[in-house]
């Protein structure tokens, strides 16, 4: 769709992978907000991931995990060999991705941060995650999103 370029829809596009963009409306501020993209997109909410920006003893990562579930910190610190995990602050986030919060894309990121893919996106023949922008999912295979973002898989949701 003409007008709705992002930094990783140009990356996709840029490196011939297979893909779909969805647009969506769901309020920004909304409570349960990937919840609400997945109803809005017509698809199950385990299919839908949201990318959260870490600190991991103080080195910025992003894990990639389901709407659906809560980031196990702890899990994350242990896949990348490290000791103590905590969600980075939105400043630091937006500052180092280049996007906004609620269109943070594991694409395409200003700075290309390590990334962990929960282990489930493997079970499924599609995910979707952000676009780069508010309003606009990013349908590709994981195995893909592994590959643009030399990302490593780990269970990485709370139990």
Do not use: C, W
Not at 100 to 127: C, F, M
């Amino acid at each position: 769709m003409a007008g709705q370029g992002t930094p990783a829809t140009a990356l996709v596009v840029k490196r011939g992978i297979a893909h779909r963009t969805h647009p969506y409306r769901v309020a920004p501020d909304a409570p349960n907000y990937g919840a609400l993209v997945a109803v809005a997109l017509g698809v199950a909410p385990e299919r839908v991931f949201k990318s959260l920006v870490t600190e991991v003893d103080g080195a910025l990562t992003v894990a990639v995990v389901p709407v659906t579930g809560e980031l196990d910190l702890k899990a994350l610190a242990a896949a990348v060999g490290g000791k103590r995990a905590a969600l980075a602050e939105r400043a630091v986030a937006e500052r180092a991705t280049g996007y906004v919060r609620g269109g943070i894309s594991p694409l395409g990121q200003r700075r290309r941060l390590p990334t962990v893919l929960d282990e489930s996106a493997l079970d499924l023949p599609t995910i979707y995650v952000s676009a780069g922008r508010r309003g606009l999912q990013l349908e590709l295979a994981a195995v893909d999103l592994m590959a643009l973002t030399d990302a490593r898989t780990a269970p990485l949701q709370a139990q």
